[in-house]
């Protein structure tokens, strides 16, 4: 009967051979032993039994291997079907992973997906850093890749350092922007110019990847009070042209676009 790789596989009986690879395990150990003790008769009773082992695991793969081969290569002709790729977006969605895109190719912030089926392998990338995954089966793979995405979903952003970053761009993109020696506090300031403020360095902007950029403006949008050491608040706010915005999402996965940040300073009262 042909196997559907859809539905789940029929059991393959790993008994025999593990049952076999296991005495021969233990054959080796006792060989030591008796060649460490000089045993003789020992030696001669686990070479013989560690020579029986051998030929039963060899006849034991032998009638195994024809129906591992014929299931993998059930999978490998699944991998290429239609029915693999709505597989792993529902298990993706199970996994509540918000994605954007379609097969190969799929963006959850800060990741891209891209699966290389050539070589039976499916790419997480972070910038210039990716991580290889060569399992397939797609529930599998859903989870490997939803545990990648929640650990650094969770980590411990420091919105405060953040902010820090963002105040210290926004003088310099300020300054430039309206010709300045002083930022005027109160104005607004292309979000495309404080990213590229804060990677001035291309191996900077290959370690930060705008997307990366755009999680990280997502989560403090969605998480925190926009406001540094009660002097400074921040506002992020659109331009009417979209081309210009930057997309991000909430843990939601619900949408936003933003393109600039005014900074405002509190005047604080002069203490005497």
Same mark, same amino acid.
């Given at each position: ?158 919105? +405060? !350092? =953040?902010?820090?970053?963002? &105040?210290?761009?926004? $003088?310099?993109?300020?300054? *430039? /922007? ?31 990847? +705008? !997307? =990366?950029?755009?999680?990280? &403006?997502?989560?403090? $949008?969605?998480?925190?009070? *926009? /406001? ?45």
């Amino acid at each position: 009967m042909e196997l559907n790789p859809k539905e789940s596989s029929p059991p393959i009986s790993w008994n025999l051979l593990e049952d076999n690879t296991h005495i021969l395990s233990k054959s080796v150990k006792h060989l030591k032993k008796a060649q460490k003790n000089w045993d003789f008769r020992f030696y001669e009773q686990m070479k013989q039994q560690f020579q029986e082992s051998l030929n039963k695991i060899k006849k034991s793969w032998e009638a195994l291997e024809p129906y591992l081969e014929n299931e993998m290569t059930l999978h490998k002709e699944f991998v290429t079907n239609e029915q693999f790729i709505k597989d792993f977006e529902h298990e993706l969605a199970e996994s509540n992973i918000l994605f954007q895109g379609k097969f190969p190719d799929y963006i959850f912030p800060p990741y891209h997906l891209h699966f290389d089926l050539e070589n039976y392998q499916v790419l997480l990338i972070l910038g210039r850093k990716s991580k290889r995954f060569s399992v397939l089966q797609p529930q599998e793979l859903a989870i490997l890749i939803a545990n990648e995405y929640k650990a650094i979903y969770n980590w411990r952003f420091n919105s +405060k !350092i =953040f902010l820090k970053d963002l &105040l210290n761009a926004y $003088k310099i993109a300020n300054c *430039l /922007s309206y010709k300045q020696k002083e930022a005027l506090w109160g104005k607004a300031v292309s979000l495309d110019k404080i990213y590229e403020i804060l990677t001035v360095r291309r191996s900077t902007h290959q370690e930060y990847p +705008k !997307i =990366f950029f755009q999680f990280e &403006l997502g989560l403090l $949008k969605e998480r925190f009070d *926009l /406001s540094l050491n009660e002097e400074y608040v921040f506002e992020f706010g659109f331009t009417r042209s979209a081309r210009k915005a930057l997309v991000i999402l909430d843990s939601q996965g619900r949408e936003s676009r933003i393109s600039t940040l005014t900074i405002y300073k509190e005047e604080r009262p002069h203490v005497d």
